[in-house]
């Protein structure tokens, strides 16, 4: 089982719609959450960190829940723009260092 | 903010010959530099992780004799895979920590390496 879990998708959805994206993490020693966004044959790039409180960036909201190991992201009013593939990212703690641990992303399409 | 720049950004060689890969960070120190690949459609997966002035440390698969690494300043680590095979065609990514931005890990731009 992959430490981090993603509906691989594709989602199809048009201009507009709310969209929402689910992962899992199974090492409960996960410290701190983040979504990335990383488009194609480019670096991931930082979207919004993810707290058990939930946060809004815009369009964006996120939202952690320890019990269940489960994170969320919700893209409300969707652009053509948001059209990539997000990344469900956990950092924890190992050998020493703070690692990333990604998930294999989902993939978003946005279609006027 | 953080910069960290990459080099090459895409590159094919012939099988068997070595391909060195450089991330510099441009205007920080980057003390911890982490090294990524990302074979299509899947995750990027942590290959190793070096600190500057000594041995990398790998993840449990990746062979230290293949995937040389050398972090010898504070400001440049380099990925060299040697003797390349098709099979190591892939994404590879730097990261690295930088103590600016938000969370503190910078990405390089990334390299394709084709291997034919």
């Known amino acids: 089982r992959k430490e981090v879990e993603q509906d691989p998708g594709p989602f199809n959805v048009p201009e507009g719609a709310t969209v929402a994206f689910n992962c899992t993490y199974s090492?409960?020693?996960?410290?701190?959450f983040f979504w990335y966004r990383q488009d194609c044959r480019k670096e991931p790039k930082l979207l919004m960190s993810?707290?058990?409180s939930g946060n809004e960036d815009g369009r964006f909201t996120a939202q952690l829940n320890r019990a269940s190991q489960y994170i969320s992201l919700l893209i409300r009013d969707s652009k053509l723009s948001d059209s990539a593939t997000y990344l469900c990212?956990?950092?924890?703690?190992?050998?020493?260092?703070?690692?990333?641990?990604f998930g294999a992303g989902t993939r978003l399409a946005v279609h006027p | 903010g953080a910069v960290v720049s990459q080099h090459p950004s895409w590159v094919i060689c012939k099988s068997g010959t070595s391909v060195k890969i450089e991330c510099r960070s441009l205007?920080?120190?980057?003390?911890?530099m982490f090294w990524y690949r990302q074979f299509p459609k899947q995750s990027l997966m942590l290959m190793a992780t070096?600190?500057?002035?000594?041995?990398?440390?790998?993840e449990q698969g990746v062979e230290k004799d293949k995937f040389l690494i050398n972090h010898a300043s504070l400001t440049l680590s380099t990925l060299t895979v040697t003797s390349a095979h098709p099979e190591d065609s892939s994404f590879y990514i730097c990261?690295?920590?930088?103590?600016?931005?938000?969370?503190?890990?910078?990405f390089g731009s990334g390299t394709r390496l084709t291997v034919v």
């Open positions: 990261s690295a920590r930088d103590g600016i931005s938000n969370y503190g890990y910078t």
């Open positions: 090492n409960s020693a996960s410290q701190s």
């Open positions: 993810v707290y058990s």
């Open positions: 990212v956990v950092n924890r703690r190992s050998g020493g260092y703070n690692k990333l641990i």
């Open positions: 205007d920080f120190q980057a003390t911890t």
């Open positions: 070096s600190n500057e002035g000594s041995k990398a440390t790998y």
